[in-house]
């Protein structure tokens, strides 16, 4: 085995490597740390077997037993968390609603960290005028509240899905595109970048294969850390109705139609406020910890 | 001039000029640093080119390989002109011809396995089946002195010499026709350097490509050249067959250059040079060299010698002194140490 | 000084003009302007004298520079659903608004930069621990939920505060108390980093070295290191406000600018979208133009750049 110079069989042995020690590390991670890991596992895990766990179709009514309580509140446990004003079961909407919400902060992660990375690497490659433009609109969106700018484009454009989770994509773009340009300039005036060059590697190949693996774990914590941001924003628009429509639910959205009974049955708006909370906390506290162990340098 | 006779690389009059600005409101000095070098290379020939740091070599070697284009002069590979950096024809010339640079850390990618990264050129170039790159890599890998396993290593887990062998197997893996070395040893551990000059020597023999080898160490230079090129501020002072330069330098600071060698057993008879080290940004009037020159005579402070064959023995040599034009300047200055 | 101020009045400059130039192309992407603010079913007529009042019979360059000429001569059209000046309709509004967000900066400043100190002075003591705790839960809970759960325990469990209105200034506390506590959050973690970092450079060490009393050396020399990013936060944070209270003003039904943003985007009340979104741009763009100054101030490097050009 050793004389096959294969570099796939290398890869993957460097990949089991990687995989053993990345499991060290987890039973070295501290107790909070450990919790909010598990926290967000369970969260995907909901997500992905969303169909599978829930126990009702998520619209589906109960007209007979409208705003019933949940277990802990004297319910029963055909509802355990009892039932919205229409008798649907609050835990299917929640688990509806953390597919939903997860499905579109992930979207929008990627899309805010692909355009900010792209522009960013287009002001480091072409430098000059190109860059004083990103640079111009990257203070643009630092200066401006994104929420407002998110408002008027739906105010405009009306809504859907797709638009939301491209606007929320806009969402720190900036920050890639910032962290990107700096990290990809530096990259330039290192020997790597003039030796691929010189090689005859187009700037694709440059940018992609070598610049971009180079940066990763910084923009990876990057978008760890605006994760949280991106399902508080979604949520913030849901909760205003200017987010996910109805019959579609997320968790913003759960919350924003919980607060019409929040006298009367205030499970509604509980349920998935924790989930929330609960959900950004452990995003950030995980981002927190990937940013001390990858790169101090980040604030 | 048939095709077989055409030099490999041919250089006319190469000039380059950079820009500096000094401070955010300083005015603009203009840096000369290549001024005028023409010089060629025929297949499977080595062309040394020595000089103090400084002295424009790196930039001649960036300019030949047209990585940089020159302000003036003109580089013709294999007879065509030198395409633009960064055109489709210049990506298309660079699996003809390939660099080895000074320091092999920084010039490969840490985050990815060698053998990688000397399959890339394969890859940009789009040579061969997968299958055949593979071949490709552990064939060149086995010319330059690296086990099969090193493919799998990162440039941080291999020692300086295997990091420059790897540099130097991703510069060969496309069979160049060209090879510019620019200071490949000067930044190895002392042990290593002559492990890897030797193997430089080795497979230029071997592979017989032509190769621009770019040092400040004439020893080095000597060892693997058939001819030699010394450079001072932007110009080639003087060239000829690296036995001849060694030990029959002509110009002034080649003679300076090849005192400063040590000799074991020879007793030290050392030319130190006079004056301020050579600032391309000021350059003297008439010869560059004449500041410093123990043999300066008037006229180098006006009139700026050229390269050409001297009458007695036909060296070329840019000297009005060596050409014999006018007698040497106050010897006094001649300090034997 | 001079030459730092001028390059940021040409960044505030340039940022005013992308803001004009964003609602311009939103409003041209989302179908015939004429249209969209006039509405789907105004009269025929209407929509005409629309167009040649606003030039949309002009070329689009033409239309671009009126555009710029309206809105610095305050001309924003008529909101939909009264016929009245829309720059009227938000001007009405900015009293409740700052009504809040004044209290509630005042609030993230007066508890945040304290609670910050005094953690990175107490670090790891029990205080600390509790700042922090509030500081991420600050983060991690969004205002809206905040806002509900004191509605929650002083409005429907207590009975203390009313939820919703502006009948009296006890409706203010609620939503004051939510956007303090979310920038207090902020600005306290922020802090103490700052503080924590600074505290941990040599000039500290060397200062209490040289017999300095420890309260000498926190207010001559940490503090007014660490206020300099600070300031810099603070300019973020008047955004966080901003979008705050377009949240807070919308569960509380408060009256202010916030709300009206958030109703008029439900009604498509186009012309009083686009006044309040270059309303709260243009005050962005100012308060950031202000920071930058008093980051110049602050910094001594930046003071030090003007010795020589006075000279």
Redesign the interface.
Request: aromatic share 6%.
């Given at each position: 085995m050793?004389?096959?110079?294969?570099?796939e069989?290398?890869?993957g042995?460097?990949l089991a490597v990687r995989a053993q020690a990345l499991l060290a590390q987890f039973g070295k991670l501290p107790v909070l740390m450990l919790i909010a890991v598990t926290w967000l596992g369970f969260m995907l895990a909901v997500a992905i077997l969303a169909d599978l766990i829930t126990p009702y179709p998520y619209t589906q009514m109960d007209l007979h037993n409208r705003l019933s309580s949940p277990v802990f509140m004297g319910g029963d446990w055909a509802h355990p968390l009892g039932t919205d004003e229409l008798g649907r079961d609050v835990l299917s909407r929640l688990i509806a609603s953390i597919r939903m919400s997860l499905l579109i902060a992930f979207g929008a992660t990627i899309i805010g960290a692909v355009i900010g990375v792209t522009l960013g690497f287009v002001a480091a490659h072409f430098r000059g005028f190109i860059e004083q433009i990103v640079l111009?609109?990257v203070?643009?969106s630092a200066?401006?509240?994104?929420?407002?700018?998110a408002?008027?484009?739906?105010?405009?454009?009306g809504n859907s899905i797709v638009l939301f989770v491209c606007l929320l994509g806009l969402h720190a773009w900036e920050r890639y595109a910032r962290i990107a340009r700096g990290l990809a300039i530096s990259g330039n005036a290192?020997?790597?970048s003039?030796?691929?060059?010189?090689?005859?590697?187009?700037p694709l190949?440059l940018y992609g294969?070598?610049i971009l693996?180079?940066i990763a774990s910084t923009l990876i914590v990057s978008m760890t850390l605006a994760f949280?941001e991106i399902i508080?924003l979604e949520?913030?628009l849901s909760?205003?109705?200017?987010g996910v429509q109805p019959p579609n639910t997320s968790l913003?959205n759960m919350?924003?139609f919980g607060?019409e009974y929040?006298?009367s049955a205030?499970w509604i708006?509980l349920a998935p406020?924790f989930v929330?909370?609960?959900t950004?906390?452990c995003i950030?506290?995980v981002g927190d910890g990937l940013r001390d162990k990858l790169d101090p340098t980040l604030t | 001039m048939t095709a077989s006779q055409m030099p490999l690389l041919s250089a006319q009059d190469l000039a380059r000029t950079y820009s500096i600005r000094r401070g955010m409101a300083g005015r603009v000095t203009n840096v000369r640093a290549v001024d005028g070098v023409t010089l060629t290379i025929a297949r499977g020939e080595t062309l040394g080119l020595v000089g103090e740091s400084g002295c424009g070599k790196s930039t001649t070697a960036r300019l030949v390989l047209g990585i940089e284009r020159p302000d003036e002069g003109q580089v013709r590979f294999d007879g065509a002109p030198m395409p633009g950096s960064g055109s489709p024809g210049w990506a298309a010339l660079r699996k003809r011809m390939q660099l080895v640079f000074q320091d092999p850390l920084s010039a490969l990618d840490r985050r990815l396995p060698v053998g990688l990264q000397i399959r890339e050129p394969l890859e940009i170039h789009r040579m061969g089946t997968p299958a055949e790159q593979n071949a490709r890599v552990a064939e060149v890998m086995e010319e330059v002195g690296l086990q099969p396993h090193h493919a799998d290593r990162h440039p941080h887990a291999l020692s300086g010499g295997q990091r420059q062998r790897a540099v130097i197997a991703r510069a060969l893996v496309t069979q160049p026709d060209l090879l510019v070395c620019d200071e490949p040893i000067s930044a190895l551990d002392v042990s290593i350097q002559a492990q890897v000059m030797n193997l430089l020597v080795e497979l230029q023999e071997r592979l017989g490509m032509g190769m621009l080898f770019v040092s400040h160490d004439l020893r080095a230079v000597r060892q693997i050249s058939h001819r030699v090129a010394v450079m001072y501020l932007g110009r080639i002072v003087e060239e000829g067959a690296p036995d001849e330069i060694l030990h029959a330098p002509a110009h002034p600071y080649s003679q300076a250059l090849v005192s400063a060698i040590p000799h074991p057993g020879k007793t030290a008879r050392r030319i130190v040079l006079q004056g301020d080290p050579p600032n391309p940004a000021d350059r003297p009037p008439g010869c560059a060299f004449h500041p410093r020159c123990p043999v300066t005579a008037m006229r180098c402070r006006t009139e700026t010698p050229l390269l050409k064959p001297r009458p007695s023995d036909g060296r070329r040599v840019a000297c009005h002194v060596a050409q014999g034009e006018v007698a040497p300047g106050h010897v006094g200055q001649l300090e034997l140490s | 000084m001079l030459h730092y101020l001028g390059t940021r009045l040409l960044r505030a400059t340039v940022s005013v003009v992308m803001v004009v130039t964003f609602v311009f192309i939103v409003l041209r992407m989302s179908g015939d302007p004429a249209v969209v603010i006039m509405g789907a079913d105004a009269p025929p007529e209407a929509v005409d004298a629309f167009r040649t009042a606003w030039g949309l019979d002009q070329p689009i360059w033409v239309q671009y520079l009126s555009f710029f000429k309206a809105i610095f001569s305050g001309d924003l059209g008529q909101s939909m659903r009264d016929g009245r000046d829309a720059v009227a309709v938000v001007l009405e509004r900015v009293p409740s608004t700052l009504a809040l967000t004044v209290p509630a900066f005042l609030l993230n400043v007066g508890i945040g930069i304290p609670a910050g100190v005094y953690a990175a002075l107490h670090r790891n003591t029990a205080i600390d621990r509790f700042v922090m705790v509030m500081a991420v839960t600050g983060f991690a809970m969004p205002s809206f939920i905040l806002a509900m759960l004191l509605v929650l325990v002083f409005s429907v469990n207590l009975g203390w505060l009313p939820s919703a209105g502006q009948d009296s200034w006890l409706n203010a506390i609620l939503p004051i108390v939510t956007m303090g506590f979310g920038g207090a959050a902020l600005l306290a973690r922020f802090t103490r980093s700052a503080m924590l970092e600074v505290l941990g450079q040599s000039y500290i060490r060397t200062a209490s070295a040289k017999g300095l009393s420890w309260s000498a050396v926190v207010w001559r020399h940490a503090l007014q290191n660490a206020a300099i990013p600070t300031v810099t936060i603070i300019g973020f944070m008047l955004g966080g406000l901003v979008a705050g209270a377009v949240v807070v003003e919308s569960v509380f039904s408060w009256p202010g600018v916030g709300r009206l943003l958030v109703v008029s985007v439900s009604n498509r009340d186009l012309a009083v979208v686009q006044a309040i979104v270059l309303m709260i741009a243009l005050t962005m763009v100012a308060a950031n133009f202000v920071v930058d100054i008093l980051y110049g101030l602050l910094d001594p490097k930046m003071q030090s750049q003007t010795r020589p050009a006075r000279a």
């Amino acid at each position: 085995m050793a004389d096959i110079p294969s570099s796939e069989l290398g890869a993957g042995q460097t990949l089991a490597v990687r995989a053993q020690a990345l499991l060290a590390q987890f039973g070295k991670l501290p107790v909070l740390m450990l919790i909010a890991v598990t926290w967000l596992g369970f969260m995907l895990a909901v997500a992905i077997l969303a169909d599978l766990i829930t126990p009702y179709p998520y619209t589906q009514m109960d007209l007979h037993n409208r705003l019933s309580s949940p277990v802990f509140m004297g319910g029963d446990w055909a509802h355990p968390l009892g039932t919205d004003e229409l008798g649907r079961d609050v835990l299917s909407r929640l688990i509806a609603s953390i597919r939903m919400s997860l499905l579109i902060a992930f979207g929008a992660t990627i899309i805010g960290a692909v355009i900010g990375v792209t522009l960013g690497f287009v002001a480091a490659h072409f430098r000059g005028f190109i860059e004083q433009i990103v640079l111009a609109l990257v203070d643009f969106s630092a200066a401006i509240p994104f929420l407002v700018l998110a408002l008027a484009v739906l105010a405009f454009f009306g809504n859907s899905i797709v638009l939301f989770v491209c606007l929320l994509g806009l969402h720190a773009w900036e920050r890639y595109a910032r962290i990107a340009r700096g990290l990809a300039i530096s990259g330039n005036a290192q020997g790597y970048s003039a030796a691929v060059h010189q090689l005859g590697a187009s700037p694709l190949r440059l940018y992609g294969r070598h610049i971009l693996p180079n940066i990763a774990s910084t923009l990876i914590v990057s978008m760890t850390l605006a994760f949280p941001e991106i399902i508080l924003l979604e949520s913030g628009l849901s909760f205003l109705g200017l987010g996910v429509q109805p019959p579609n639910t997320s968790l913003g959205n759960m919350v924003g139609f919980g607060r019409e009974y929040l006298s009367s049955a205030p499970w509604i708006m509980l349920a998935p406020a924790f989930v929330i909370t609960i959900t950004a906390l452990c995003i950030s506290l995980v981002g927190d910890g990937l940013r001390d162990k990858l790169d101090p340098t980040l604030t | 001039m048939t095709a077989s006779q055409m030099p490999l690389l041919s250089a006319q009059d190469l000039a380059r000029t950079y820009s500096i600005r000094r401070g955010m409101a300083g005015r603009v000095t203009n840096v000369r640093a290549v001024d005028g070098v023409t010089l060629t290379i025929a297949r499977g020939e080595t062309l040394g080119l020595v000089g103090e740091s400084g002295c424009g070599k790196s930039t001649t070697a960036r300019l030949v390989l047209g990585i940089e284009r020159p302000d003036e002069g003109q580089v013709r590979f294999d007879g065509a002109p030198m395409p633009g950096s960064g055109s489709p024809g210049w990506a298309a010339l660079r699996k003809r011809m390939q660099l080895v640079f000074q320091d092999p850390l920084s010039a490969l990618d840490r985050r990815l396995p060698v053998g990688l990264q000397i399959r890339e050129p394969l890859e940009i170039h789009r040579m061969g089946t997968p299958a055949e790159q593979n071949a490709r890599v552990a064939e060149v890998m086995e010319e330059v002195g690296l086990q099969p396993h090193h493919a799998d290593r990162h440039p941080h887990a291999l020692s300086g010499g295997q990091r420059q062998r790897a540099v130097i197997a991703r510069a060969l893996v496309t069979q160049p026709d060209l090879l510019v070395c620019d200071e490949p040893i000067s930044a190895l551990d002392v042990s290593i350097q002559a492990q890897v000059m030797n193997l430089l020597v080795e497979l230029q023999e071997r592979l017989g490509m032509g190769m621009l080898f770019v040092s400040h160490d004439l020893r080095a230079v000597r060892q693997i050249s058939h001819r030699v090129a010394v450079m001072y501020l932007g110009r080639i002072v003087e060239e000829g067959a690296p036995d001849e330069i060694l030990h029959a330098p002509a110009h002034p600071y080649s003679q300076a250059l090849v005192s400063a060698i040590p000799h074991p057993g020879k007793t030290a008879r050392r030319i130190v040079l006079q004056g301020d080290p050579p600032n391309p940004a000021d350059r003297p009037p008439g010869c560059a060299f004449h500041p410093r020159c123990p043999v300066t005579a008037m006229r180098c402070r006006t009139e700026t010698p050229l390269l050409k064959p001297r009458p007695s023995d036909g060296r070329r040599v840019a000297c009005h002194v060596a050409q014999g034009e006018v007698a040497p300047g106050h010897v006094g200055q001649l300090e034997l140490s | 000084m001079l030459h730092y101020l001028g390059t940021r009045l040409l960044r505030a400059t340039v940022s005013v003009v992308m803001v004009v130039t964003f609602v311009f192309i939103v409003l041209r992407m989302s179908g015939d302007p004429a249209v969209v603010i006039m509405g789907a079913d105004a009269p025929p007529e209407a929509v005409d004298a629309f167009r040649t009042a606003w030039g949309l019979d002009q070329p689009i360059w033409v239309q671009y520079l009126s555009f710029f000429k309206a809105i610095f001569s305050g001309d924003l059209g008529q909101s939909m659903r009264d016929g009245r000046d829309a720059v009227a309709v938000v001007l009405e509004r900015v009293p409740s608004t700052l009504a809040l967000t004044v209290p509630a900066f005042l609030l993230n400043v007066g508890i945040g930069i304290p609670a910050g100190v005094y953690a990175a002075l107490h670090r790891n003591t029990a205080i600390d621990r509790f700042v922090m705790v509030m500081a991420v839960t600050g983060f991690a809970m969004p205002s809206f939920i905040l806002a509900m759960l004191l509605v929650l325990v002083f409005s429907v469990n207590l009975g203390w505060l009313p939820s919703a209105g502006q009948d009296s200034w006890l409706n203010a506390i609620l939503p004051i108390v939510t956007m303090g506590f979310g920038g207090a959050a902020l600005l306290a973690r922020f802090t103490r980093s700052a503080m924590l970092e600074v505290l941990g450079q040599s000039y500290i060490r060397t200062a209490s070295a040289k017999g300095l009393s420890w309260s000498a050396v926190v207010w001559r020399h940490a503090l007014q290191n660490a206020a300099i990013p600070t300031v810099t936060i603070i300019g973020f944070m008047l955004g966080g406000l901003v979008a705050g209270a377009v949240v807070v003003e919308s569960v509380f039904s408060w009256p202010g600018v916030g709300r009206l943003l958030v109703v008029s985007v439900s009604n498509r009340d186009l012309a009083v979208v686009q006044a309040i979104v270059l309303m709260i741009a243009l005050t962005m763009v100012a308060a950031n133009f202000v920071v930058d100054i008093l980051y110049g101030l602050l910094d001594p490097k930046m003071q030090s750049q003007t010795r020589p050009a006075r000279a």
